[in-house]
């Protein structure tokens, strides 16, 4: 059974810091691309960063520079670490993964609160 959860979220103050993490099981993880999204209520799911196998990064200019995507194939683990938080990065936050070479994610994660509030 392919699965991805998140965890890691939580409340934080403005300027502070959480480390999102995504366990997957059931696929070879070192064939996929890894992928972060977050989604406020009523507004489109926004791509923020994405890990390709070869290891290149690439971020969407609200978090670049502030979060940083990796992943641990020994673990099996995706992590999305976020510094300087703003209140804008309050949402729900998913990790999805896409086979190399294609082009849909194929696997999603359940989500992941994220609030940052002081």
């Known amino acids: 059974e392919v699965q991805l959860v998140e965890s890691g979220g939580g409340l934080v103050q403005p300027g502070g810091s959480l480390r999102l993490s995504c366990a997957a099981s059931g696929f070879t993880f070192g064939d996929y691309a890894f992928g972060w999204f977050r989604q406020v209520p009523g507004m489109d799911r926004e791509g923020i960063a994405c890990?390709?196998?070869?290891?290149?990064?690439y971020y969407t200019d609200s978090v670049d520079g502030r979060f940083t995507i990796s992943t641990d194939n020994n673990k099996n683990t995706a992590y999305l670490q976020m510094n300087n938080l703003k209140t804008g990065d309050t949402a729900d936050y998913y990790c999805?993964?896409?086979?190399?070479?294609?082009?849909?994610?194929?696997?999603w994660g359940q989500g992941t609160q994220v609030t940052v509030s002081s």
């Open positions: 890990i390709k196998t070869d290891g290149t990064t």
């Open positions: 999805a993964a896409k086979c190399r070479g294609t082009q849909d994610y194929r696997y």
